[in-house]
């Protein structure tokens, strides 16, 4: 028996989580492969265990309609949101109605780093960051309007991450609808996430434990990143600080919308 605690930073430590290599579908809580995209969303082929079907086979004809009409949100995930065990807990709520396509994608001019943030479940989160001529490798989600509305939900957007229009290559040619990503609005660490392959940066790459003693190091305190970690586990309040406080360190890494602000 593993207890709570050891799980929680299990947990933390595992961010951004176990994904599938290649495109698949999250339906009602079960992630399948999808092995062809070639033509339109319903000639996708999707591998459901031994056998092969249709994706207008395996989806409501509403769901397929939303996609075939382009009423869906494609949301690069540079973070967790492409992972099945991350999804699962965003979705609990409709595990029976739920359909989800994840598809790998290349963001031009952008690479991926942590966040100057800490999620509430103790992992430091990552961030889409400008970078003329750089590249990130990273999936994409394509959210109808209720699932769109959740994912928004479950990031602050407007108060921790914003949407930001983003240029996708390498996307099936199904996938017509225009891309964004989510932001933090106050910046990053000065550290790529090692599990989004970037290029045309010079920060240093790293995964959750290097992104946990980064943040120990701009908080100015002298804790092993399991002891960090489990106290932002254990004690919501010290997270919060912790987070608030860290918001305000690299302020030369805060995103600048189109806007200026």
């Not at 249709?54 to 769901?63: D, S």
């Not at 750089?134 to 921790?160: K, P, Q, S």
């Not at 790293?206 to 002298?222: F, N, S, V, Y």
Request: aromatic share 10%; with cysteine.
């Amino acid at each position: 028996m593993i207890d709570e605690a050891t799980l929680r930073l299990q947990w933390a430590l595992s961010y951004p989580f176990a994904r599938p290599r290649d495109a698949f579908v999250f339906l009602n809580g079960a992630s399948w492969p999808i092995t062809s995209t070639e033509g339109g969303f319903a000639r996708w082929q999707v591998r459901a265990g031994s056998a092969t079907a249709g994706l207008a086979e395996l989806l409501t004809p509403g769901q397929l309609g939303d996609y075939q009409a382009g009423a869906y949100h494609a949301v690069a995930a540079v973070g967790s949101n492409a992972a099945p065990g991350q999804l699962r807990r965003k979705f609990a709520a409709h595990l029976d109605d739920v359909a989800i396509l994840v598809i790998p994608i290349t963001v031009p001019d952008h690479i991926v780093a942590y966040a100057n943030r800490l999620a509430e479940y103790g992992s430091v989160p990552a961030t889409l960051v400008a970078r003329p001529g750089g590249t990130a490798r990273v999936w994409a989600t394509l959210l109808g309007a209720r699932d769109y509305a959740i994912m928004n939900a479950t990031e602050d957007r407007g108060a921790v991450y914003d949407g930001v229009p983003v240029t996708a290559r390498d996307a099936p040619a199904a996938v017509t609808a225009p891309f964004e990503a989510y932001a933090c609005l106050s910046g990053c660490l000065p550290l790529r996430v090692a599990a989004f392959p970037s290029t045309g940066c010079g920060w240093p790459e790293g995964g959750q434990w290097e992104a946990q003693a980064t943040a120990i190091a701009a908080l100015g305190l002298d804790l092993p990143v399991d002891r960090f970690v489990l106290e932002n586990v254990s004690d919501p309040a010290l997270r919060a600080a912790r987070d608030q406080a860290l918001s305000a360190v690299y302020p030369e890494n805060r995103w600048i919308s189109a806007s200026g602000s």
